[in-house]
C-alpha cells in the first residue's frame, strides 16, 4: 500500500516538475516575443518620425549642393574674382554640411540596440533640434537654442531618449 502511495506521489510530482518546467519555458518565450515586438514597434515610430522630417532634410541638403553645384561652376569658369583655394573650401564646407544632415538622419532613423551607454545629452537635443529646423522655419517659429556647457555623460538609451525629445519639440 505504502508503496503504491510512493509511486503515485512520484508520478505526481514528476508531472508537476514538467508542468513548471513547460510553464517557465513558455513565460521565457511570450518574454521574448514582447521584447521583440516592443523593439519592432519603437523602430516603426522612429521610422514614422523621419518620414515627418523628410521635407526639412531635402531643403537642408539643398542649399549646401546649390552651393558646392556654384562654387565648381566658378572654378570651371576662372573663378569670378575669387580664388580657387576659397572656392575649393567653400565646396568642402559645403560637402561637410551634407554628410552631418546624413549622418544625424540615419543615426536617428536606425534601429539601434536598446543598451544604455553613456552620452552627451546636448548633442542628443542637438541632433533633434537639427531635424525640425526647417519645419520651425516654414512655420514662422523662432528658435533660440541654449545648451548648457560641460554637461557629464548620462547613461542613457541615446535613440530612445532622442525619440522622447523628438516628440517634444513636436508637440
Known amino acids: 500500500f505504502f508503496q503504491f502511495f510512493s509511486w503515485l506521489s512520484l508520478r505526481v510530482s514528476l508531472r508537476e516538475r514538467k508542468a513548471r518546467e513547460q510553464l517557465a519555458r513558455e513565460q521565457r518565450r511570450m518574454h521574448e516575443e514582447r521584447t521583440a515586438i516592443r523593439d519592432r ?20 541638403l539643398k542649399t549646401p549642393l546649390t552651393n558646392i553645384l556654384g562654387y565648381s561652376d566658378l572654378i570651371t569658369l576662372g573663378g569670378a574674382g575669387s580664388p580657387p583655394a576659397e572656392l575649393s573650401a567653400n565646396i568642402s564646407k559645403a560637402v561637410r554640411r551634407c554628410e552631418r544632415i546624413l549622418h544625424d538622419t540615419l543615426s536617428f532613423s536606425r534601429a539601434q540596440e536598446s543598451a544604455a551607454a553613456p552620452a552627451d545629452l546636448n548633442a542628443l537635443v542637438r541632433e533633434c533640434a537639427d531635424l525640425k529646423k526647417y519645419e520651425w522655419l516654414n512655420s514662422g517659429i523662432a528658435v533660440e537654442e541654449t545648451y548648457a556647457p560641460g554637461l557629464p555623460s548620462v547613461l542613457l538609451k541615446g535613440p530612445q531618449f532622442q525619440q522622447v525629445v523628438f516628440n517634444l519639440l513636436t508637440n
Not at 514597434?41 to 537642408?60: C, F, K, N, P, Y
Open 41 to 60: 514597434l519603437q523602430h516603426m515610430d522612429r521610422l514614422a518620425t523621419l518620414g515627418t522630417i523628410a521635407a526639412g532634410v531635402v531643403h537642408e
